[in-house]
């Protein structure tokens, strides 16, 4: 079955600081999706990007970009220059196209200090 | 506009009391799921459904029961709640599971069992 770990359990960083979310999956199908999600302190999930196994180009949105690396399993999530409103807790996910069972990291919860 | 809607929001309950947490979206999906979060864990299936009347289990389904009979609703019951099962509960819905569709999810449910 498919994995997802995210091995930062929290990170804590000052506002202005350069943060990187670490994500490492393991699956055996030459299809599937990776995602990341955000969980404010309200609660909800908000969808951030998806990405399939046959794009690694990586993507940059404001002050958000992701890695996306196959030849290490990763998926990394880095915030540039963050902010206290990026305090959240982010999960990574793993979708296989052959099932569906997305599975979620334990997530990483990121603190911006003022 | 109301999306994906979870209710009740929250609830207390004894062991061993029936429960059931109620899921509704208005965007005709066809794909369901029911996650529990809890700490250290992220977020595990415990059912998913793929249409009316078909429903299949995820990761964690032992203890819980779903039905599907309308697209719109996917209710999930807890026969017999232990405390193990508290937990915070999201319903997520998407157009289609298997081709790496984003999932939408509720705002969650916070069940204690006593």
């Known amino acids: 079955a498919q994995k997802v770990t995210q091995a930062q359990t929290e990170i804590s960083v000052v506002e202005k600081e350069d943060v990187t979310l670490d994500c490492v999956y393991e699956t055996r199908d030459t299809t599937y999706y990776l995602f990341w999600y955000k969980q404010p302190p309200s609660g909800e999930l908000v969808f951030l990007i998806r990405r399939n196994s046959f794009d690694e180009q990586n993507e940059i949105s404001g002050r958000y970009s992701w890695n996306f690396q196959k030849s290490t399993s990763s998926f990394n999530f880095t915030i540039t220059a963050s902010q206290v409103v990026d305090s959240a807790v982010y999960f990574c996910?793993?979708?296989?196209?052959?099932?569906?069972?997305?599975?979620f990291g334990a997530g990483t919860r990121l603190t911006v200090k003022p | 506009d109301a999306g994906i809607t979870q209710s009740p929001r929250y609830k207390i309950t004894e062991t061993g009391r029936q429960v059931t947490l109620m899921c509704h979206q208005t965007?005709?999906?066809?794909?369901m799921f029911w996650y529990r979060q809890d700490l250290g864990h992220g977020l595990r299936l415990i059912y998913y459904s793929a249409a009316a009347d078909i429903t299949d289990k995820g990761e964690v389904p032992d203890g819980y029961v779903v039905s599907r009979s309308k697209t719109e609703n996917f209710p999930l019951t807890l026969e017999s709640a232990t405390r193990s099962q508290t937990s915070v509960y999201f319903c997520a819905s998407s157009p289609n599971g298997r081709t790496g569709d984003e999932q939408y999810f509720g705002p969650g449910t916070r069940l204690t069992v006593t």
């Open positions: 996910a793993l979708s296989e196209a052959s099932n569906n069972d997305m599975r």
């Open positions: 965007w005709s999906h066809s794909y």
